[in-house]
């Protein structure tokens, strides 16, 4: 009778063990799916794409006396470099699109603080700004 109950014993400690090890490998798995899902998400997510929160239209308007629209950008915190800007001048006619970058000599991307942009068009019913994969729409009104 004692070489059943050492058998029967030894079954459940096996048992026991296997369902554990299992249990440990679930762990593992998740923890490194976990983890690669975190840092996929990380690099998708707005704070890293869009530049928001770092710059805003403050204002926008048109002037019809020089035929300018006068767009204020507010720059606070600046956290990474921004490389290019677009403007699109929506109005009810047609989108003209405007671009500001690193490489053009006679336009500078905002570090911090406010900079008036002005660009040469017909009046805009919207501005678009655009940078990156953001996009920040403000009505443009009259100076």
């Known amino acids: 009778m004692q070489n059943l109950n ?3 014993m030894s079954q459940i400690v096996t048992t026991v063990l296997i369902v554990g090890l299992t249990m440990v490998a679930i762990g593992i798995v998740a923890t490194v799916v976990f983890k690669i899902i975190n840092e996929e998400t990380a690099n998708l997510s707005p704070d890293e794409i869009c530049f928001k929160s770092e710059i805003k239209i403050k204002s926008a308007c048109y002037n019809s006396e020089n035929q300018e629209t006068e767009v204020t950008l507010e720059r606070a915190f600046p956290k990474k470099q921004i490389n290019e800007i ?3 001048l929506i109005s009810k006619a047609k989108t003209e699109s405007y671009y ?3 490489n053009c000599g006679d336009c500078s991307i905002l570090d ?4 008036k942009y002005y660009i040469f068009s017909e009046k805009s019913d919207s501005v678009n700004l655009n940078a990156g ?3 920040e729409t ?3 009104s009259g100076c």
Do not use: I, P, Q
Not at 112 to 115: D, L, M
């Open 6 to 8: 050492k058998k029967a």
């Open 86 to 88: 677009n403007f699109d």
């Open 100 to 102: 500001c970058s690193l």
């Open 112 to 115: 911090s603080g406010t900079k």
């Open 133 to 135: 994969n953001c996009l």
């Open 138 to 140: 403000y009505v443009v």
